[in-house]
């Protein structure tokens, strides 16, 4: 069924497979959290029924899939003829008894035509309801059509001013997505089944003085698995015994949520990413060192990815230390974006600590400095590496160290001169370099002639 499950994606519009993973899991086509179903899933779509077109722009920011377009004709005709899926095309192409209702134009829903088809209909049967199309920056009634068995409604292309009522008469829930600026009211509890609760804002929009959270309630949810929801953030619990055993990913929120009373009652936690936006009315201060107050993340002993993001970083030519103490040596996934200038050698420190990790991204300034000079011995299991805005000249792995590194990423490095390499690296697969000082590609091509590694260059100039 997984095969015509993938009829309700548009076939010229790029896909994230994190997003159609979670969705695969909650209809039951994949077991949920389950990596390796996942990989062999797509695997099978691309190489063995080319469904999807694999359309990876870099490795480091994951693959991008396209549904090809002839099989997507056939998926949609056939899981509509079934009833096990109808893509909306029309005012008129409405069709009783659907268990799933996509659109690849999401204002269809505005139209009273659709509206009353659907609420006489479909309403009683559908269980998913996927708005896949371009962002409409309008709401539109598309709870207000009476789904009361509904379980998932993928709705991240729609703006909400606030959350709807209808919404939170869902019990059925267990995936929600959706825009909405608007707080969460603390009946979103209601939703007792949900596993999925992703909230972005339609703007980015932060008052003086003011912090976004959830309601208390969230923490009586049981069943969430995971948690996105860009801008806001945890609620220090109001009970002692208040917990979420059952989350895993925590995405989206300020270092708000990382004090030990909220962090202690997610003790299952396996990927946490931290947005931080530094504001230019702020005081110096704790606010002002963006890797302030994070040592109790190393309480997370399940925790595999990292990732913590400053938005407007400030560079500065004197950091504060970097608590070591946040980077638990589980992690195997670590970003860094926007530090604001701290030295390579704190990621040597860095490196040392975690010796399970394999994928390593570091942008924006995360540090600073024209030369890394890597410690001998550290970042064992790194498989790949991304460096990407930085002021960089030169870049020099130790012998014993990266004795694993695969895959290679310098982007923006304008100012990137020199790529020394060990002899003991001859295993590199692919260095991909874009917008580089030329200096640094005739270096990559030296190498090229010695290691045979596949080797890409990009220029936008």
Known sequence: MFFLYMGAFPPYADQIPFHINNLLGIEGFLEPNDEKSFEGFWEKLSHGYYLVLDTENSWYL????????????????????????????????????????CAHYNSLFGFKQVYDSIKSDCASTVRSLLCVGPYHPYPIPIVAMGFKLLRVLYALGVRFYHIPIE???????????????????????????????????HMYIKKLGVQSY???????????????????????????????????????????SCTREVLKRIPNLKELRIDVELKPYDDDGDERNPLSCLGYISQLQNLVELGYWVKNPEIKYECNTIPLSMFPSSLKVLGLSGLGGYPWNYMN????LLPNLEILMLCEYAFRGPEWDITPGSFLKLIELQIDDTDLVRWRPQRGSFPKLRRLSMWHCYKLQQLDWPYDHSWIEIIHLRDCNPLAVACANELKDKFSFDLFVESSF
């Open 349 to 352: 420190d860095i490196g040392l």
């Open 62 to 101: 994951g693959r991008r899939y396209r549904v090809h377009s002839c099989w997507q004709h056939l998926c949609k005709v056939e899981a509509s003829r079934i009833k096990f899926l109808h893509v909306l095309r029309g005012c008129d192409d409405v069709i009783k008894d659907q268990r799933r209702l």
């Open 214 to 256: 959830m309601p208390v309630q969230i923490w009586d949810m049981q069943e969430l698995e995971h948690l996105e929801i860009i801008g806001r953030d945890l609620p220090t619990p109001n009970t002692d015994d208040a917990t979420l055993n059952k989350l895993i990913s925590l995405l989206g929120v300020s270092a708000n």
């Open 167 to 201: 919404i939170l008469k869902l019990v059925c829930l267990r995936y929600l997505s959706l825009k909405c600026n608007g707080e969460l009211p603390p009946s979103i509890s209601n939703l007792f089944h949900l596993q999925f609760l992703i909230i972005h804002p």
